[in-house]
């Protein structure tokens, strides 16, 4: 399978499973090109939730990485990166970060919006049910143009996250999409497939096919992820997006190796 698959977790999120032998002998299976592992990053002051590695944790992170490239030898080369939370004034932080480690790519994610409410976090359903969907819509696709635009990430992850629990304001919703494709151009950021989504309360891939057909059209570059919590979902699904991609009119992927991206053929 001429894919990669390059938003991966590892236990040290505390929400994830798995032995690094076990997540590589899934993507061998699968016969995947390359494996990236992204897991969620340190945030300052800690502990700053409970569902990421401390800081102390990244040389444990970094053996884990080792671990998985022993136990893929010549088979299938392991990439490095993390997927890092976007936040009020976290652009020091991230370049910090950046500069800990020899990181194949950084992730950017929203998984915040700005009074540190998680939303894509089960503990919120109560609060999702009494939620102006239009008001925090228009919030999380402000704060990820503002994440595009920083040029600080390689990749941008699950674009729309926003829908997870099945959330939508009515009518067309390429006003949201369309300021933050025209960042992804300016910032030649590449986004993702992810299929968890098809595994959510949404049960859509994130981001939703208009998302991806403006993508396309604009020339934004695209690689499919799994974020797999556990090694049986790595890979998940990929046959599915890679008909999507094209059907939204994706011609390649990209790889990208210490922050160089090359096109691999769909
Ligand atoms: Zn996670
Ligand atoms: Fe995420
Ligand atoms: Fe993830
Ligand atoms: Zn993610």
Wanted: proline share 6%; glycine share 8%; hydrophobic share 40%.
């Amino acid at each position: 399978m001429n894919l990669c698959d390059y938003h991966t977790h590892t236990p040290l999120c505390m929400h994830a499973q798995g032995e690094p032998e076990a997540y590589v002998q899934a993507a061998l299976e699968l016969g995947l090109q390359e494996y990236g592992i992204a897991d969620h990053a340190p945030v300052k002051p800690e502990p700053f939730d409970d569902w990421r590695m401390l800081h102390e944790q990244l040389p444990a992170y970094h053996e884990w990485i080792e671990r998985a490239r022993v136990a893929a030898g010549d088979q299938l080369p392991i990439r490095a990166g993390l997927e890092c939370d976007w936040l009020p004034n976290c652009e020091s932080w991230i370049e910090s970060l950046r500069n800990e480690y020899p990181w194949d790519y950084l992730i950017g994610s929203v998984h915040y919006l700005a009074d540190k409410w998680d939303f894509d976090n089960p503990v919120w359903l109560g609060r999702w049910a009494e939620t102006d969907v239009e008001e925090v819509w228009a919030q999380y696709w402000k704060t990820y143009e503002q994440m595009v635009r920083s040029g600080l990430f390689d990749i941008y992850a699950h674009a729309d996250l926003i829908k997870k629990f099945g959330y939508r304001p009515g009518g067309d919703l390429q006003r949201y999409y369309a300021p933050v494709v025209q960042a992804l151009v300016d910032q030649k950021g590449t986004i993702e497939i992810n299929t968890a989504g098809w595994h959510k309360p949404c049960v859509e891939q994130y981001p939703a096919q208009g998302f991806l057909a403006l993508c396309a059209e604009a020339g934004v570059s695209l690689v499919i992820s799994s974020d797999a919590h556990a090694p049986a979902e790595v890979g998940r699904d990929f046959e599915k997006a890679v008909a999507l991609a094209k059907a939204a009119g994706f011609t390649h992927t990209v790889s990208i190796v210490g922050g160089e991206k090359s096109e691999i053929a769909l």
